[in-house]
């Protein structure tokens, strides 16, 4: 059974920092590139960051360069996502997905990052 679980969120002010994670089980992860994703409210789903299956590559949505930092364990089955100097632009709910080519497109139930003072 393909499991992914988010965690981490929370509420934070303008300018602070919070680690998401996501731990992936039932499937082979060192296999598997993989993304962060977040929604707001009456918005689309827009990609964030993604990693390659290896590691050795990142690539970061513009409005979050230089402030949120994409990096996998592969022994631990699970992906990080450390952001920092959080905006009031941030807020939404942000998503897992863990994808092989286009055979497989896993996702996670998503966990919810607040900013605001």
């Known amino acids: 059974q393909v499991q992914l679980v988010e965690s981490g969120g929370g509420l934070v002010q303008p300018g602070g920092s919070l680690r998401l994670s996501c731990v992936a089980s039932?499937?082979?992860?060192?296999?598997?590139?993989m993304r962060w994703y977040r929604q707001a409210p009456g918005k689309e789903r827009d990609l964030v960051a993604g990693?390659?299956?290896?590691?050795?590559?990142?690539v970061y949505a513009d409005s979050v360069k230089g402030r949120f930092t994409i990096s996998r364990d592969n022994a631990k089955n699970t992906v990080y996502l450390q952001t920092k100097n959080l905006k009031p632009e941030d807020t939404a709910v942000y998503f897992c997905?863990?994808?092989?080519?286009?055979?497989?497109?896993?996702w996670g139930q998503g966990t919810q990052v607040t900013v605001s003072s």
């Open positions: 039932g499937f082979t992860f060192h296999n598997y590139a």
């Open positions: 990693i390659a299956s290896t590691g050795g590559t990142t």
């Open positions: 997905n863990a994808v092989f080519g286009s055979r497989d497109d896993y």
